[in-house]
């Protein structure tokens, strides 16, 4: 069995924790310029239908008394490894897949902790007593189902989807309920009269394929019971992103230019951390009217110094004919692997010196950042300006 464990309400009960006057009460985490949104809702604020992504300002329209907390960020992080560093103490094989949720495999764990139930138990218990923090806990013999069982009774929930249930769960679970469905693919269930995960059998892999691309046959397996996705433990992480959300549009190309070198950075000092290279460098850009669009690029040899991502990012960023202002740009890396572990493909000699120079440059940044705070030394474009 597969335990999907996810904090409840995260940011604003911790910031409930810390300050007792908050509990009780609608409160919402956000940032303080105008156009932040809510980045999450105590479950008291919930219930004015005020949920994450939501303008504050609009929330605040349907809460008169809303508190707004504004961010901890570290505190958050420092909560989540403590969090993550509980999990490893119920299994090896534990797969962060965000700040706050993890999947957890209960095998070979039957001795020491009983039951996959049994574990949840323990593991709710141990965060609340040495967190004081509540989690929901779904527990399935697949990955997706384990996900979706962890949401279906929050806040502090504990869901089980038994084996010899799966096919009438299946057949009864909403379409729009399964990761990976989002609006556009909720409007094509809608033409083609979906409504469950049992629907999609009745129609064959091609035409699935053709209306939603690749997840069209992994809907079909999903809905056929099977799922073959496996637990990513720390190493195997597929990709790393980094993104801001800017205090205003912009289209300009020396504070694209600026932010991209930040996010690179932020995101090279991840794949450093975990002595990670990569080979595919994405770019995501969110316009003014909220549409979006990512571009990616493969490259022969694994990297990892800031620098390399930022070029690579730039050369996508230039690319593309831009229409509209620019509300979030992001970059990530993915195609993963140990750094030691050789690429198919090395770097040319003369590249190969360029880049050791460049990661002795980052590895000097990240120690410094690590000891006295991010951004303690920058690349002096990004001086400018805060970002
Ligand atoms: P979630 O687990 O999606 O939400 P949550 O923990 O606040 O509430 P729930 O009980 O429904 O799980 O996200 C975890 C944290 O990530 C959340 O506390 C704040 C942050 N977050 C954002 O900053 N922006 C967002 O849009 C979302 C969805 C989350
Ligand atoms: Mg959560």
């Not at 999947?103 to 039951?115: A, N, P």
């Not at 869901?159 to 094509?188: H, N, W, Y």
């Not at 991010?374 to 970002?387: F, G, P, R």
Request: with cysteine.
């Amino acid at each position: 069995m597969i335990l999907h464990i996810d904090m409840d309400a995260f940011f604003a009960a911790i910031e409930q924790r810390d300050n007792p006057s908050l509990k009780g009460k609608p409160v919402i985490v956000a940032g303080k310029s105008k156009r932040s949104v809510v980045s999450t809702a105590s479950y008291e604020a919930r219930k004015f239908g005020i949920h994450s992504a939501m303008p504050v300002f609009q929330a605040r329209e349907k809460c008169k008394h809303l508190i707004i907390v504004p961010g901890h960020m570290s505190k958050y992080q420092d909560n989540s490894k403590r969090i993550m560093d509980i999990f490893s103490t119920f299994s090896p094989v534990v797969e962060q897949v965000s700040i706050d949720e993890a999947y957890i495999d209960s095998k070979g764990c039957e001795r020491l902790f009983g039951t996959p139930q049994k574990m949840a138990e323990q593991i709710k218990k141990k965060i609340l007593g040495s967190l004081s923090l509540t989690c929901s806990i779904g527990i399935a013999p697949l990955k997706f189902l384990a996900k979706i069982a962890s949401d279906m009774q929050k806040p502090d929930g504990l869901t089980i989807i038994e084996r010899s249930k799966i096919d009438t769960f299946i057949c009864q679970l909403p379409i729009g309920k399964v990761p990976g469905v989002g609006k556009q693919a909720m409007q094509q269930m809608t033409l083609l009269k979906v409504s469950t995960l049992g629907d999609i059998k009745k129609y064959p892999s091609w035409i699935l394929n053709k209306k939603f691309g690749k997840m069209g046959p992994r809907l079909l397996q999903l809905a056929n019971g099977i799922d073959n996705s496996s637990i990513q433990t720390h190493s195997k992480k597929k990709s790393i992103s980094s993104e801001t959300t800017l205090s205003k549009d912009i289209s300009d190309f020396e504070t694209v230019n600026r932010i991209l070198l930040d996010r690179s950075q932020n995101v090279g000092r991840q794949l450093r951390k975990k002595n990670l290279v990569c080979r595919t460098v994405s770019i995501k850009l969110k316009f003014s009217d909220f549409s979006q669009i990512t571009r990616s690029h493969t490259l022969n040899a694994g990297i990892c110094a800031s620098t390399a991502i930022f070029n690579a990012a730039v050369k996508l960023y230039k690319k593309i004919k831009l229409k509209k202002k620019i509300r979030l740009l992001g970059i990530g890396v993915s195609s993963l692997k140990d750094k030691d572990a050789p690429f198919q493909m090395q770097l040319m000699q003369t590249d190969q010196k360029k880049q050791k120079q460049w990661e002795s440059v980052d590895s000097a940044i990240d120690s410094i950042d690590e000891k006295y705070g991010t951004h303690s030394v920058s690349k002096a474009s990004l001086t400018k300006e805060k970002l």
